[in-house]
C-alpha cells in the first residue's frame, strides 16, 4: 500500500509539472503587442474546427446516399434534389474539404509554431551565458546543449500532438457523442463514453507500466554498450592479460539482460494493442448490434447503420496512437520541464537597474579590502588591499590556491565579491553594467580556446566590426601574419574544435591579436604563457611586452622570470598580501618571493 501511494503521488507530481510546462509554453503562442501571430493562433483554431464539423457531416452524406440508392421513403437530400450520385459527390468533397481545411490550419500555424520554438531557444541560449561562471564549472557543456535541444524538440512535439491529434481527437469525439445523442438517443452516447473511458484509462495504465520496462530496456542496452565500449577502446589490455572470454562472458551478461528487458517490452506491447483492440470491438459490435435492433424494428434505415458503424471506425483511427501519444507527450513534459527549470535558474552577477556604463579614463584598478570565497564556508580572499596605477604593470604570484586567478575573474565580474570593493577609475564594478566592463578589459588567458571556424573568424571576434586592414594590422603586431599567410587557405583556414589544428604557441599569438584588435585600456595576462615550452614563450613575451604599452596590466604568473621586470610585484599567500615590491627590492628582503625565485631557477635554471 506505501508503494502505491507513492507511486500514485508520483503521478499526480508528474501531472502537475506537466501543467506547469504547458502553461509556461502558452505566452509563446500568444505573445503581448504581436497581433500577427494572434490573428494566425485564431485562425488555424477557427479553420481546425471547421475540418472537425465537416469530418462529423461527411458520414451523414455517405448514410443518406446508401438510403437514397434503396429508398423505402424519400429521403431530405433527395426533396434537395441531389440524388445518390449528388450525395456522393457531396461525399467526397466534404472529404476532401476536412482534409484541405487540416492543412490549411497546418501551414498557417507553422509560423506561430516555429516562432515560438525559435524565442525559446534564443532565451535558453541567452539566459544560459547570463549565469555565472559558478554555474558553468559544474555543469557539462554536453548536458547544456542535450537540455536545449531535447527541450525544443519536446515543445515542437507537444504543440504538434496536442494542437493537431490530441486536440482534434476531443472536438470530434465531442461532436459525435452529440450526434449521436440527439439522432440516434442517449444510449448510443452512453456505449461510446463508457467505451472512450475505459480504453483511455487502460492506455494511460499500461503506458505507465510500459515506460518503466521501457527505461529498463533502455538502461541494459547502455550498459551493454559500455561495456563493449570500454573493452574495445583497452583492447591491448585485454590482449595482455589473455581476458577475451572474461570480456565476452561480461558482454554476453549485459546482453541477457537486455534481451530479457526487451521480451518484456513486446510482450508487453502485444498486451496493450490487443486490449485495445477488445476494448473498442466492444465498444463498436455494442453500437452497431443496438443499431441493427433499430434497423430491423424500423426506427433506423441502413443508412444509420452505415453512419453509425462510420463515426466507430472513425474516432476507432486516432485512438490506436493514443498510447503512443500519450508515452511522446509525457517525454516531451519532461524534457521540456529540464529546459524551463534551466530558464528559472537565477543569474548570481546582475546589473542594478540604474547601473551606469563604465567610463574609463586612466585605467586605476583598485581593490579595496577584498573579501571573497567560491564557498561560504572556505574564504579564498582574506582582505587584500592593491592599487594598480594608470598605465602600470603589477603581477601577482604565489603559490596553488593562493588565489591569483580569484582575482582576474573578480576583475572581469564572473563574481561579485563578499566584502569590500574593486574599482576602476573610482568606480565599483558592481554600479555599473557588466557589457561596458567586459569592453575595457581585455583577456589572454592561459590556454587561448579558438572557434571551430577560421582564422579571420577568431581574430575579428575581438571587434567585429573592424576592417580587413585592422585585422592584418593586429596579426603582424602577435608575430602571426607571416604564418596565416603560408597556410594553404591564409586567413581563411580552419583551426578546427578548440584550435586543436594550430600548436599551443599559435593559438596563443592568435589570441594575443584579438585582444589587440580590441584594444582595451585594462589588460588581464593569467598565466598566458605557462602551458607553452621555454623557448615558445621567451617568443610571446616580447609580444605582450609590445602590448602592455599605455595600458594598465594585470599580470598573474607562474614562471616568475617572465615579470622580473614588472612596475610592481605583489606576492600572495592564503589569500592575504604578503610582500610586495620589485624584483630587484624582493630578491634583497630574502622573503617569499626569494624563496620562490631560487626554487625556480633551481627547477629550470633556463627559466
Same mark, same amino acid.
Given at each position: ?7 500514485d503521488?508520483?503521478?499526480?507530481d508528474a ?5 506547469s ?9 500568444w505573445?503581448e503587442?504581436?497581433k ?5 493562433v485564431v485562425?488555424?483554431?477557427?479553420a481546425l474546427?471547421?475540418s472537425?464539423?465537416?469530418? $462529423?457531416?461527411?458520414?451523414? #452524406?455517405?448514410s443518406?446516399? $446508401?438510403?437514397?440508392?434503396?429508398p @423505402?421513403?424519400?429521403?431530405a ?12 459527390l ?7 474539404l476536412?482534409?484541405?481545411? *487540416?492543412?490549411l490550419r497546418? &501551414?498557417?500555424?507553422?509560423k506561430?509554431?516555429?516562432?515560438a520554438?525559435?524565442a525559446?531557444a534564443l532565451e535558453t ?9 559558478r ?10 546543449s542535450r ?7 519536446g515543445?515542437?512535439?507537444?504543440l504538434r500532438?496536442?494542437?493537431f491529434?490530441v ?15 440527439f439522432?440516434f438517443?442517449?444510449w448510443y452516447?452512453?456505449v ?7 480504453? $483511455?484509462?487502460?492506455?494511460f495504465?499500461?503506458t505507465e507500466w510500459?515506460?518503466?520496462i ?9 550498459d551493454a554498450?559500455q561495456k563493449?565500449?570500454d573493452?574495445l577502446?583497452?583492447?591491448?589490455t ?7 572470454k572474461w ?12 534481451m ?5 517490452t513486446?510482450?508487453s506491447?502485444?498486451f ?14 455494442g453500437?452497431m448490434?443496438?443499431?441493427? #435492433?433499430? &434497423?430491423e ?6 443508412? %444509420? ?11 476507432t483511427?486516432p ?5 503512443? &501519444? ?7 513534459l ?5 529546459? #524551463?527549470e ?15 556604463v563604465?567610463k ?6 583598485v581593490? %579595496? ?6 564557498d561560504?564556508?572556505?574564504?579564498i580572499?582574506?582582505? $587584500? ?8 604593470t603589477?603581477?601577482?604570484v ?7 586567478s580569484?582575482?582576474g575573474?573578480l576583475? #572581469?565580474?564572473?563574481? %561579485?565579491v &563578499?566584502?569590500g ?10 554600479d555599473v553594467?557588466q557589457e561596458s ?5 581585455g583577456v589572454?588567458?592561459q ?14 571576434y ?7 586592414d ?9 608575430k ?6 603560408s +597556410? ?17 604557441? @599559435?593559438?596563443?599569438?592568435v589570441?594575443i591579436?584579438?585582444t589587440?584588435l ?8 593569467d598565466e598566458?604563457?605557462?602551458?607553452l ?5 621567451? @617568443? ?5 611586452k609590445?602590448m ?13 622570470s617572465t615579470?622580473?621586470d614588472a ?6 599567500? %592564503?589569500?592575504k ?5 620589485t624584483?630587484d627590492?624582493?630578491?634583497a628582503?630574502?622573503g617569499?618571493y626569494?624563496? +620562490?625565485?631560487?626554487? *625556480?631557477?633551481? @627547477?629550470?635554471?633556463?627559466?
Open positions: 500500500m506505501r508503494r502505491l501511494a507513492k507511486t503521488e508520483n503521478l499526480s501531472r502537475v509539472q506537466g501543467w510546462v504547458i502553461r509556461a509554453v502558452l505566452p509563446y503562442l505573445p503587442g504581436d500577427g501571430v494572434k490573428i494566425r485562425t488555424s483554431l477557427l474546427f471547421l472537425q464539423i465537416i469530418a $462529423v457531416v461527411t458520414p451523414i #452524406f455517405f443518406q446516399a $446508401v438510403d437514397a440508392l434503396a @423505402e421513403e424519400p429521403t437530400a433527395t426533396y434537395l434534389g441531389l440524388g445518390a450520385v449528388g450525395l456522393v457531396a461525399y467526397g468533397f466534404t472529404r476532401v476536412s482534409v484541405g481545411l *487540416q492543412q497546418d &501551414v498557417i500555424f507553422t506561430v509554431g516555429q516562432g520554438l525559435r525559446l541560449f541567452t539566459h544560459i551565458h547570463r549565469l555565472s561562471m554555474y558553468h564549472i559544474t555543469r557539462k557543456t554536453g548536458g547544456l537540455i536545449i535541444e531535447r527541450g525544443v524538440k515543445v515542437e512535439f507537444l500532438f496536442l494542437l491529434s486536440g482534434p481527437l476531443i472536438v470530434q469525439l465531442l461532436m459525435i457523442a452529440g450526434v449521436l445523442f439522432n438517443g442517449v452516447t452512453i461510446v463514453v463508457i467505451t472512450i473511458a475505459i480504453y $483511455v484509462w487502460f492506455t495504465t499500461v510500459r515506460v518503466k521501457r527505461k529498463e530496456m533502455n538502461d541494459q542496452d547502455t554498450n563493449a565500449i573493452s577502446l583497452n583492447f591491448e585485454v590482449k595482455y592479460f589473455g581476458a577475451e570480456e565476452a562472458d561480461r558482454y554476453n551478461g549485459a546482453m541477457h539482460n537486455y530479457l528487458a526487451a521480451i518484456k513486446n510482450y506491447l502485444a496493450l494493442n490487443f486490449g485495445q483492440t477488445v476494448i473498442i470491438t466492444a465498444g463498436l459490435v453500437v448490434v443496438m443499431a441493427a #435492433f433499430g &434497423v424494428n424500423g426506427t433506423l434505415t441502413v443508412g %444509420d447503420f452505415v453512419l453509425v458503424n462510420a463515426y466507430m471506425i472513425q474516432i483511427m485512438l490506436n496512437f493514443l498510447g503512443t &501519444v500519450y508515452r511522446e507527450i509525457r517525454q516531451a519532461i524534457d521540456m520541464g529540464g529546459m #524551463f534551466l530558464l528559472s535558474q537565477p543569474a548570481e552577477v546582475v546589473d542594478k537597474p540604474a547601473a551606469n563604465l574609463v579614463q586612466g585605467g586605476e584598478v581593490l %579595496d579590502d577584498v573579501y571573497f570565497g567560491y561560504k564556508e572556505r574564504g580572499l582574506k582582505g $587584500v588591499s592593491l592599487t594598480v596605477k594608470p598605465g602600470q603589477v603581477a601577482i604565489g603559490s596553488s590556491g593562493s588565489g591569483k580569484t582575482i575573474r576583475l #572581469f565580474r564572473f563574481y %561579485d &563578499v566584502g570593493a574593486m574599482r576602476i577609475d573610482g568606480q565599483d564594478l558592481r553594467t566592463l567586459h569592453a575595457q578589459v589572454v588567458p590556454d587561448t580556446v579558438l572557434f571551430n571556424d577560421t582564422v579571420h573568424y577568431n581574430i575579428a575581438g571587434r567585429p566590426t573592424a576592417s580587413e585592422e585585422i592584418i594590422a593586429a596579426a603582424k603586431a602577435a602571426i601574419h607571416d604564418f596565416i599567410v +597556410l594553404p587557405d591564409g586567413y581563411e583556414t580552419t583551426v578546427g574544435e578548440r584550435g586543436l589544428k594550430l600548436s599551443g604557441g @599559435e593559438k596563443q599569438r589570441g591579436a584579438r589587440l580590441k584594444n582595451p585600456p585594462i589588460l588581464l595576462l598566458a604563457t605557462s602551458a615550452d621555454t623557448q615558445t614563450e621567451m @617568443e610571446i613575451q616580447a609580444e605582450l609590445a602592455a604599452q599605455g595600458r594598465t596590466v594585470i599580470t598573474i604568473a607562474h614562471r616568475l615579470i622580473a612596475d610592481l610585484i605583489v606576492v600572495l599567500e %592564503d589569500g598580501i604578503v610582500e610586495q615590491g624584483h627590492g624582493l630578491l628582503s630574502d617569499r626569494a624563496h +620562490l625565485w631560487n626554487r *625556480q631557477v633551481e @627547477e629550470d635554471p633556463v627559466a
